[in-house]
């Protein structure tokens, strides 16, 4: 119950998740605006995009030359869980959404 | 940044600074966009009464100040735009789409209002009824276009100027042009004021 998702509990992919998850639902986000957000190189970029995408996080569509990423809705949903979890364990009330 | 363990607290730090530095990042400026739409019309508009004021009879104003109007209105649209498409580059989808079409529908309002104008400049309309319509036409589009704004975007602040926008152009027309255009230039100027002082403020 109180375990972090290890899929969203590293630096790069929990600031990857943060950054798409501002975004409505719906909306993409390209690879360098992404990668302007977070300070990230392009290399360490994809390979955690990557590993989000392989758990069914992220989804990355590659359309001619424009890379861009989008959170799947389960991937909305672990990242709640996540911040769910981190409340519980930091001793803060759990909100009912987050 | 190294893929390494964090414990909770800093976890919970990281999220939130992020979460700080996308929405700043994101944000497409809307108090700056208010304060430069409200400048461009408290000025255009005051110039604009201020040549009509007194005339005995009604002639309008001139090219001048009809011409400083819409550099004005051009120059407020060209920044906030340019604000607006910095902060949401890199962004497709649904908000890109909803974002087109509400671009298009204030440059297309815009022009198709310029359009009557002229066309009723092109069969003697009289001065008095070109300068109501020009007062109270800008209202009605740029107030229904911050009401669409808000049903798209979810601005409060942009629906309590689309509101206010709206009453004041059922309204300042019935004073007769040369008092609209005073009152165009200070209440509606002053409504994106102080639409720019709740957007500050957090009512979006």
Redesign the interface.
């Known amino acids: 119950m109180s375990e972090?998702d290890p899929i969203i509990?590293?630096?790069?992919?929990?600031?990857i998740m943060?950054?798409l998850v501002?975004?409505?639902?719906?909306?993409?986000?390209?690879f360098?605006?992404?990668q302007?957000?977070?300070d990230?190189t392009a290399g360490?970029l994809i390979t955690?995009l990557r590993r989000l995408d392989e758990a069914g996080y992220v989804t990355i569509t590659k359309s001619g030359r424009v890379t861009?990423a989008?959170l799947t809705d389960s991937g909305r949903a672990a990242f709640a869980e996540y911040?769910r979890t981190?409340?519980t364990?930091?001793g803060e009330a759990t909100p009912t959404s987050s | 940044m190294a893929d390494r363990n964090l414990d909770p607290a800093e976890a919970m730090a990281l999220l939130e600074g992020q979460e700080r530095r996308v929405r700043r990042a994101l944000d497409p400026g809307e108090g700056f966009s208010y304060l430069m739409w409200g400048a461009a019309w408290m000025i255009g508009f005051g110039v604009i009464w201020w040549q009509v004021f007194g005339q005995d009879p009604y002639t309008g104003p001139g090219r001048l100040a009809a011409g400083l109007f819409a550099i004005l209105l051009t120059a407020a649209a060209v920044l906030s735009g340019w604000r607006t498409q910095r902060a949401l580059a890199g962004i497709g989808g649904e908000s890109a789409r909803r974002g087109r079409l509400y671009g298009l529908g204030w440059s297309a309002g815009l022009l198709a209002l310029f359009a009557i104008l002229a066309a009723l400049g092109r069969v003697d309309a009289p001065a008095p009824v070109l300068g109501v319509l020009g007062v109270c036409g800008p209202l009605l589009v740029v107030g229904l276009m911050y009401i669409f704004g808000a049903a798209c975007f979810g601005s409060r602040s942009s629906a309590a100027l689309g509101v206010w926008l709206l009453v004041l152009a059922a309204v300042v027309g019935f004073t007769g042009p040369v008092v609209a255009a005073g009152l165009a230039a200070l209440l509606g100027g002053g409504g994106f004021f102080v639409a720019a002082v709740l957007a500050g403020r957090g009512l979006r």
């Open positions: 972090l509990h590293a630096p790069a992919r929990l600031r943060v950054a501002e975004l409505p639902a719906g909306d993409t986000l390209s360098p605006r992404l302007q957000l977070l990230l360490n955690h861009t989008e911040r981190l409340r364990l930091l």
